[in-house]
């Protein structure tokens, strides 16, 4: 990698909707009490279908992708009976998450073009063609109409751009992405779209052509929110930091950083996506030589982290901190290590040389969570 390209983060930060991810036995435990809740009368199918997409991360993160790859299948099945009960209309937009889940999890295999088989949804409604999900074909006119009534065209653009484009970045094909990001654009026109200018800014960024960047942060897509226009103005930083600007961003760093540290709800986050810009933010602080400012940006971030409970972003907080020499640095390794410890995210151990007790990976709230899945499908099919 280019060592300007650490000036960028090595994710998008303006997507939202992200779950958070407690250790696994915690979150296996939350979802099964969301099963139990129920009420006997609750066709409940959009909670089940969440805690479906739930279960086949906390698989993922359990090392057990094949895992991960059944549920979303017995999602589909479910999904494709329901759509056989109650028609097109009435469930069929419970038949997306499964699919694009699958194309997620072979982008983790490495089979890419399928992948993005998965990510093309918004091509294939915007060009009338029939739709096949697994074993379900719906033809043009249906589709549409599903895509339209439930207001589901956003989330199927979104996808296209964001999961297309990180297929493209593993692939390590930046042409592709960028022709992608052009193929998006033509799809959107000239509607405001924060996500595709941030994945088009990141392309651009990893080709180290920061001028043509830079030039992104004009759109009108970047005053969507609050949120976005500070992401502007952080990405106009790490871009004049990667194309050699160090000292006139070190002064904008200084400013932006007390901004943000006094800025109300950060510590309390309603979104991940929080948690993510914390960590570049401070990142970038760390980078531009502003120790004192990146400890006190990492130190509201894992307190951000903590609070949304996620154990990625508190283990990624907690690293920085370390990293960074703070006084209490034995606090903070002790902490790590029994995060670590119980959190069981195989992934996230695997990279540090670590594994996982296999006596707590095979515990029996995996097992419970999947019989209580499988017993809310059969038993919501009738209702």
Known sequence: MDPRDAWLPPDTIAEQGRVRRPPLRAWASDLIDRMNAL??????FLRIEECCNNTGLIEVYRGRP?????????????AARLVGRHGVMGAGEHLIQPWINLGRLRRIAGDHEAALAHFALVVETLSAKPVRLGDLEIDAASWRALVQHRSLYDLLKNVYVVD????????????GALDCLRRARSLCGEEPFP????????????????EEAAALLQSNAWNNSGFHKLLRVTYRVGLHAASGELPRCKRLMEDLAARVLSMRGLSEPDDPCVLRYLHYLGGLASRLGLD??????????????EHVDDVPCRVAFLDALIDAGVEDRRALEAARAALLDDCLYVPLLKARGMTADPAALSDPVFDELHAKLERAMVDREAV
């Open 39 to 44: 009420e006997p009368d609750d066709a409940g």
């Open 66 to 78: 094949g895992a991960a790859a059944e549920v979303c299948a017995r999602q589909l099945e479910w």
């Open 164 to 175: 297309s484009v990180k297929t493209y970045f593993v692939a390590r094909d930046l042409t």
């Open 195 to 210: 996500l595709l200018k941030e994945m088009e800014l990141l392309t651009l960024a990893r080709l180290t052509r920061f």
């Open 292 to 305: 004192e400012r990146a400890a006190q940006i990492f130190r509201l971030g894992l307190g951000a982290a």
